[in-house]
């Protein structure tokens, strides 16, 4: 799959992508294109990967004559780069616009331009129901990408476009488990912004499966969401003290933004969904019922219409975040 092909990440010294990264470096893969717009990071894993078949660009994806230049040959792209702070994005929503969706759009039409093979939207379970602007620009960032070989020519635009959806990886940077620990190392508290609060969570190691599973599969202009368990804020405290130590709680109110439970998929996009015992896909609309057969003949229409939101879904338990906790390198 990945054997002898130049590969791209965009926002490549993000979390995720430093986790693609390590993934990747273990197939022969012939080059892999770093294109972000931090320097300091880009420096700081070249020194820490040390391997050759690495390159990196500094780029925003904001400028589509840098991402030309960049993409030269390149025959797989992981769109991951985006602006993701919710409270940031709420003062400053035309910014993430114009990285979040008008930077994605560079990066379809530089795909056309240069023939990529396929091209893997990162997407987040904010886009499924957006009342944040980081949502909303998320699901045009979906849109954009599984629409974007409606209006070309198959056989001089050859890409396939995906998207993929899942929700917070734990441990990343930005998300809440660092900012727990952190919190408690330095100030001997945490503050949640309310009790009730669940998200549905995933380990870098089970996203980085499901991205990989999603692209031997996809067929193109398709959106795939994982089967993960949701989990309360509550009981991720307990996790943590439990393995880092005790602090104090403090209760804050919800940021600007901020919902009580996210959705993966919400009630109408279920009706058209499709899934097998680990995924659900939401294939292009357009879709006759013979052809769904045809493409993915491994999943069935989901039998129950609901909304697949953390606040419904199967909870993991203590013991079970203790454990995803500990298997992810984030306690002992």
């Not at 999943?299 to 219409?305: N, T």
Request: charged share 30%.
């Amino acid at each position: 799959m990945f054997e002898k092909k130049r590969i791209m990440i965009t926002g490549g010294t993000g979390s995720l992508g430093k986790a693609l990264t390590k993934r990747l470096l273990t197939y022969d893969v012939e080059k892999i294109i770093i294109f972000s717009r931090n320097e300091n990071a880009q420096v700081t894993m070249e020194r820490e990967f040390n391997d050759p078949r690495l390159r990196f660009f500094i780029g925003d994806i904001r400028d589509k004559e840098r991402l030309l230049r960049a993409m030269e040959g390149v025959q797989i792209v992981f769109h991951a780069a985006a602006l993701k702070h919710v409270p940031v994005i709420e003062y400053n929503p035309f910014e993430a616009i114009k990285t979040n969706v008008m930077g994605s759009q560079n990066v379809i039409d530089v795909c056309h331009s240069e023939k990529v093979d396929i091209a893997i939207g990162i997407g987040t379970d904010k886009a499924a129901s957006p009342l944040n602007t980081y949502g909303a620009t998320k699901l045009l960032m979906e849109k954009l990408f599984v629409t974007a070989s409606n209006y070309v020519d198959k056989i001089k635009h050859p890409t396939r476009f995906i998207a993929l959806r899942y929700g917070n990886v734990l441990g990343s940077s930005g998300s809440v488990v660092p900012t727990f620990m952190e919190q408690i190392s330095s100030k001997g508290k945490i503050t949640i912004t309310d009790p009730h609060m669940t998200r549905f969570s995933i380990n870098m190691d089970e996203a980085l499966d499901f991205i990989f599973n999603s692209i031997q599969h996809c067929k193109g202009s398709e959106t795939f969401v994982p089967k993960i368990k949701s989990y309360n804020i509550m009981d991720l405290k307990d996790a943590l003290f439990d393995l880092v130590g005790k602090a104090e709680v403090e209760i804050t109110s919800a940021r600007p933004g901020e919902k009580i439970s996210e959705v993966l998929i919400g009630k109408e996009e279920m009706r058209n969904a499709i899934e097998n015992n680990y995924e659900y896909i939401l294939p292009k609309p357009e879709l006759t019922e013979e052809e769904i057969k045809q493409l993915y003949p491994n999943h069935k229409h989901v039998k129950e219409i609901f909304e697949y939101s953390s606040d419904k879904a199967e909870r993991m338990s203590k013991d079970e975040l203790k454990k995803c906790l500990i298997d992810a390198g984030l306690a002992k």
